[in-house]
């Protein structure tokens, strides 16, 4: 134990760290297998990739099944290992109009290009509580509801349906924000992004981030103190894969190299300011790996509202500094470490004041905050 | 499709075949004694997927995704692989199965239809993917 302050204790903390892995891997109960919780807990483990930033379910599974569940732990050795990897290639652009959907909903319009596909969802039932005996019976042989018609057709439509974004613009009520010039992504993996910061880089830390964490600052964005009032329309949300491409090394043409899952949303803003085209509306984005609605969602909310007033107030900043799990949790998490010098430090000064105060001493002067720095 | 099949495609089919199939081809690839040599790995590391977004059309950096790869050079001919996820040995196997196909040598015609029942394979996988979804598609009535 190396923490600052204190040491040794290592023969609890190895007795402690025995504890956890006698207990978790040799509990009275069969085994979860890495197919088992990608399986039943497929959510759990999308959300630990997600917020992780490394995409691998059985990696992903391997470290919820060693965190006992907790997500965050869980992203936390996840983003542990892909540290220790190195950087093969990046992709070529992915176009998310690739996407082959297995959900895809437009709450905005009820008939946009392509099908309204619910998919796997329980969106639109009650939440009733099953708790079976043991393992459910077989689905019988007979089709699911709504299949009897026979072979469903599938056409490219269908799959890869036109975004609603696109029905806007085609229909001239989205403001044309894409410009000629393409800059190059900003890496929060390499260096830590800091106010004013390039849009990308806002992107890429929310598509990191620690879901329950952007759902906050959504809420807050909407309902808080900051003033940010905005409408709120989810113009589309989608689940799907798309097609991961590198370089060929020997050719030079893009090679799909596997498909990989993410949720996206677009979020519809509908533009108020005084030096904004209220005759048209904006759009948000969102993405990120993975089956994760809430958190796609926020996001796309998110972009939308911090490219409104990510600089006029502190949402810029919040995104950038507050939201990645493993930055707040484990700053959280050090505060179980041992402060004794810390605190007895403290209890000196108290001691002291009051002993000056006993004796009829004027307290020291406070010294002030340096200039610049806001104390809050 | 053998005549038709491009390196990319052929290199896409063989990062989505299974590990058995590749390994037992690649096994009988290597059978004849020809000689082969890693020039790359196999090795695992990350792609980062970077991300055009639809909105400004500018692009970030969703993530990184887990993949392996390897470089071989089989008969005289170089061949490369790279497959999502970990398995070395499938991605080795499917390095010397590139080579093989580059090279024309025997099995070469097997590399391709291999990578044939693989794409008869997911188009069959992906029309149950949809024979299951479809009746989930829904037309909500609007009240007015």
């Not at chain 1, 613009?169 to 044309?176: I, M, T, Y």
Request: charged share 30%.
């Amino acid at each position: 134990m190396g923490y600052s302050g204190a040491r040794g204790g290592l023969e609890a903390i190895l007795a402690a760290e025995d504890l956890v892995r006698r207990k978790r891997d040799h509990a009275p109960a069969p085994w979860a297998s890495t197919e088992q919780i990608t399986a039943r807990f497929r959510l759990a483990v999308d959300r630990v990739m997600g917020e992780a930033g490394l995409y691998d379910e059985p990696t992903a599974a391997a470290a919820f099944r060693q965190a006992e569940g907790d997500t965050l732990e869980a992203s936390h050795l996840l983003r542990a290992q892909r540290s220790t990897l190195p950087r093969l290639a990046v992709s070529e652009p992915v176009d998310p109009d690739e996407m082959t959907v297995l959900r895809r909903i437009v709450p905005a319009f009820r008939e946009p290009d392509g099908p309204q596909l619910l998919g796997r969802t329980s969106d639109y039932t009650g939440r009733l509580l099953e708790r079976p005996e043991g393992p459910p019976q077989p689905p019988p042989e007979t089709a699911a509801p709504g299949a009897a018609a026979g072979p469903a057709e599938r056409t490219e439509a269908q799959r890869r349906p036109g975004r609603f974004l696109d029905l806007l613009r085609k229909n001239d009520l989205a403001v044309e924000g894409r410009t000629a010039d393409d800059p190059e992504p900003y890496d929060i993996t390499r260096k830590p992004a800091r106010p004013p910061a390039e849009r990308s880089a806002v992107l890429a830390a929310m598509a990191r981030a620690e879901s329950g964490a952007l759902v906050a600052l959504w809420y807050r964005s909407v309902l808080g103190p900051d003033g940010d009032v905005h409408e709120i329309t989810l113009g589309e949300l989608r689940h799907g894969r798309l097609p991961l491409r590198v370089r060929h090394p020997h050719t030079g043409n893009p090679v799909a190299v596997g498909e990989f899952r993410v949720t996206e949303a677009e979020a519809v803003e509908d533009l108020d300011g005084a030096d904004e085209d209220r005759t048209r509306f904006d759009v948000g984005y969102g993405l990120c790996f993975g089956h994760n609605e809430r958190k796609a969602i926020a996001m796309a909310n998110l972009d939308i509202a911090n490219r409104r007033f990510g600089r006029s107030g502190p949402l810029e900043q919040l995104l950038l500094l507050t939201i990645d799990g493993l930055d707040s949790g484990g700053f959280l998490e050090h505060l179980k470490l041992p402060h004794y010098v810390t605190f007895r430090s403290m209890v000196e000064r108290k001691q002291a004041m009051r002993a000056a105060a006993e004796a009829g001493e004027d307290p020291p002067a406070r010294v002030a905050e340096p200039a610049g720095k806001d104390c809050r | 499709m053998t005549n038709e099949l491009s390196r990319e495609r052929r290199c896409a089919l063989l990062a989505e075949a299974q590990r058995a199939e590749l390994m037992e081809l690649a096994d009988a690839c290597l059978a004849d004694g020809a000689q082969v040599r890693l020039l790359v790995g196999p090795e695992v590391g990350c792609v980062t997927a970077q991300v055009r977004e639809p909105v400004l059309a500018q692009r970030f950096l969703l993530g990184d995704v887990l993949a392996c790869r390897a470089e071989v050079e089989f008969a005289g001919h170089r061949g490369w692989a790279m497959r999502l996820g970990d398995d070395r040995a499938a991605v080795l196997a499917a390095a010397v199965l590139d080579a093989e196909a580059q090279s024309g040598r025997p099995l070469a015609a097997d590399v391709d239809l291999l990578c044939e029942r693989v794409a008869s394979r997911r188009e069959l996988r992906e029309s149950r993917e949809w024979a299951e979804l479809a009746p989930t598609v829904v037309e909500f009535e609007e009240l007015t």
